[in-house]
């Protein structure tokens, strides 16, 4: 099936995604600079949606480098209690029950210790909440709960491009992983946005994924569809091989993710929007 789509869009082919007139929708979503804005951390324009999604039964999945307790004090904004998957693919939460994906945090904080010497970083253990703070502009109690972390280290790099390469190289050596947000180099687990998701795949979901980084590109090429949402400025995330597989939002941040999912739930649920 050939979803004929406006503006600078090709026509996408949605395959399989089609196949099943009973198939359930899921949406997975990154957070900041998708469904939040990348500078005021609003979301207005995905309010109506989420309340289409609600009628229609459709979860979204929050999967995002944000750690779990900042997820918790948000959600009840979004009226979501779905289940979330945290820090860059380490953990996913259902209700109760926890699956990790990721390396604990401390064994992070240990194995990268040596590498301290060799380039110039500072990452979240090696600051205090005001530096947080200046670093993100989140609140004092949002900046603390960012610091909760369990499986990831944001690093804020201060050394040459060519260093960052170089340390990356080490860090996979290590048996670690490092993605590059829009704010951090995140040091992990071997883990990414993509592996949690089988999981849903697997109990039969179409799942449709959204994001704005070179860190979601391997949740946004698992999913069924793959959206990147614009970003403000110059920014123009490719996504290499799979450009040409993945829909692209016009506006950026959650008026991109509004715009993205009306399209998609109209084709999808074959009625549009009153
Ligand atoms: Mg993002």
Redesign the pocket.
Known sequence: MILPVAGNWHSIRLGTVMADSKMQLMVVT?????LLDHHDYSFDPVLPILDRMDEEGIPMVVNTSKTKSEWLAMREAFGNDDPFIVENGSALYEGDEVTVFGTPREEILEKISPLRSQFKFTGYSDVDVEKIIAWTGLDRSSALRSSHRGYSEPLVWEDSPEAENEFCRKVADLGLKTLR??RFLHVLGDTDKGKPLKKFQDAGYALIAL???PN?LAMLTTADVGVIIASPGDYVLDAGEANDDLLRSEETGPRGWAEMMTLLLDHFLKKPAI
């Open positions: 990154d957070l900041d600079g998708t947000g829009g994001g704005d980084r979601d």
